[in-house]
C-alpha cells in the first residue's frame, strides 16, 4: 500500500499550518520529516506545490489546485469514516479537545478522564488555554468556551449551562472585618482583583432591586487567574469576585463564606463548540454527551 493519503493529508496541514514547523507540531514530526513527505508527493507528482524560502512558503499554481482536490477528498473520508464510526457502541482514536485553564481543569477534566477510563482505546488530548482558538485551524475536534459565541457557520454548539460570579471572603476576614450588606460598603472592604495588562476593570453589580451599581475596586493583590484570586482570598486578603461554582467548591471546604451571591449584570453562557460537519464522530460525539451529564450539575451547586 502507497502513502499518498499519509502525504495530502500532511500537506493539507502544511498550508493551514503556514509552516513546516507548525504543522509538524500539530502532526507530532519533526519539521524535516515533513519536508520530506512534501518532497515525496512532490516527487511523485511531478510538479512542485509550494515554493519555499528560508522564511516563507506560498502555494504554487498547482499547488492550489491540488490543495482544493485535497481538502474535498479528507472531508470525504472524515464523513466515511464518522458513518462507521455511528454504529460502534465504544468511541476511539484521538480527542483534541481546547478548554478554558481553571474552568478545564476543575470541571472539564475529570469529565473527560472519567470518560477515557471508560473507553481505553480513545486517546484524548486536552489543551488547557483562555485564547479562543481556531478549531479547524489548529486541528481541535473540540472546544469549551465561555461568553458570547462568534457567529459561525463552520461551528456548531451545545450549552453545558450558565456561569455566573459571585463574591466570597475567607471566614477569619469576616470575622475581622464583618460581612458588607449593601453593596456600598464593598468601597470599604479589601479586594482581590482580577487584572489584564495591567488594567483592572470596576466591578459592575446588580443589587437585588435591580439597579446597578459600579464599585471602582483598589486592590492590594490582583491577578489574571481566578484560582489564585480564589486562594488569595482563602488566604484572608479581602473580598474576591469570581465565578459561583468555583466559590461553592471552596464554601462547601469551609474556607470561603459567601457575601454575595450570583451579583453580575449578566451570566455567561457556556458552550461545547466543533465543527460543523454531517456526520459527527462517536469520540466528539461521546465527549459532548459526558459534560452535559455532568457538567450543569456542577454549575448548579
Known sequence: MDDRLDGIATFVQVVEAGSFAVAGERLNLTRSAVGKVIARLEK?????LIQRTTRSQSLTEDGKSYYDSCVRVLAELDAAEAMLEGGRQQPQ???RVSVPIAFGHLCVAPVLMDLAARHPALRI???????????IEEGFDLAVRIGDLRDSTSLAARKL??????????????ARHGTPTE????????????SRAGVTPPWDLREPSGHIRRIHVQA???????QAIAAAAIAGFGLARIPSWLLARHVKTGELVQVKDRCNLAPQEIHAVWPNTRYMPSKTRSAIDAMVARIPQMLDN
Open 44 to 48: 511523485r507528482l511531478g510538479v512542485r
Open 93 to 95: 482514536g484521538r480527542l
Open 125 to 135: 488530548d486536552i489543551s488547557f488555554t483562555d485564547r479562543m482558538v481556531d478549531l
Open 161 to 174: 449551562g450558565m456561569q455566573y460570579v459571585s463574591i466570597g471572603a475567607s471566614p477569619a476576614y469576616v
Open 183 to 194: 453593596l456600598d460598603e464593598l468601597e470599604r472592604h479589601a479586594i482581590v482583583a482580577y
Open 220 to 226: 492590594q493583590l490582583s491577578m489574571d487567574d481566578v
